[in-house]
């Protein structure tokens, strides 16, 4: 797929402050935001296949990228982290939400290739600023730093709402806790999502 871009990208890239891009935006337009997916909706600025990676980006551009439930239809997903973090400046930040792999929904969306659990975005990050379970970092050289990571349960429901609501602040209070609850009980009271927020590290 070719890349189109309708806006003057270097000139927002020099001029906006912070430079923030929405990778997959889908329908929502943010003001003073570079806008990107596959679908050449009207507010889209670049229309791309992110499969292909971010070559449209210089290197250390961007301040903030924002993701939200895109990753998750990514097939080449290794690439598209590179490339997340060879676009951010040093101390730029990626802001990603993305399904959980107990989220029942999850399997209804016949695009969806890929799902997530609390280590995946840890595959990424030094074994000794990992969770109490480590995981192989040796996989990949791309590097990140988390800078917080959250559980989130939702509900379409009123009820499970609410007590899903408390439920996430107990969980989310330590990471202890996180990580008892993917073993044990994710099953029973599924995840919704991951809000991940990282940045390249500096190690
Ligand atoms: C579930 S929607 C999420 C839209 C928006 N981020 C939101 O939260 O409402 C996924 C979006 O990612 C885009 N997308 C999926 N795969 C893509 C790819 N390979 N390259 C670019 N955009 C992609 C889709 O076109 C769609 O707009």
């Given amino acids: ?8 990208l270097e000139q927002l890239i020099n001029s906006l402050d912070p430079v923030v891009v929405e990778l997959g935006c889908g329908k929502k337009k943010r003001q003073g935001v570079i806008t990107v997916d596959r679908v050449d909706l009207s507010n889209i600025d670049i229309v791309t ?28 997903f290794e690439n598209l982290m590179r490339e997340i973090t060879r676009v951010l400046k040093k101390d730029g930040k990626a802001n990603i939400f993305v399904p959980h792999f107990s989220n029942p929904y999850y399997y209804s969306d016949y695009t969806h290739r890929r799902f997530f659990g609390l280590y995946t975005f840890y595959y990424f ?29 939702r509900s379409p429901f009123w009820i499970s709402r609410r007590l899903k609501k408390i439920f996430g602040v107990l969980i989310n209070s330590h990471r202890c806790l996180m990580e008892f609850y993917e073993q044990h009980l994710c099953y029973i009271f599924p995840c919704h999502g991951i809000e991940v927020v990282f940045m390249p590290s500096r190690e």
């Fill in 1 to 8: 797929m070719e890349t189109s871009i309708k806006i003057d």
């Fill in 49 to 76: 296949d992110m499969e292909e990676g971010l070559g449209f980006l210089p290197d250390s551009s961007v301040d903030q990228i924002h993701c939200r439930s895109v990753l998750e239809h990514i097939e080449n």
């Fill in 125 to 153: 990050v030094e074994t000794h600023k990992q969770l109490k379970r480590k995981v192989p970092n040796f996989y990949t050289d791309i590097r990140i730093e988390i800078l917080s990571l959250k559980l989130v349960f």
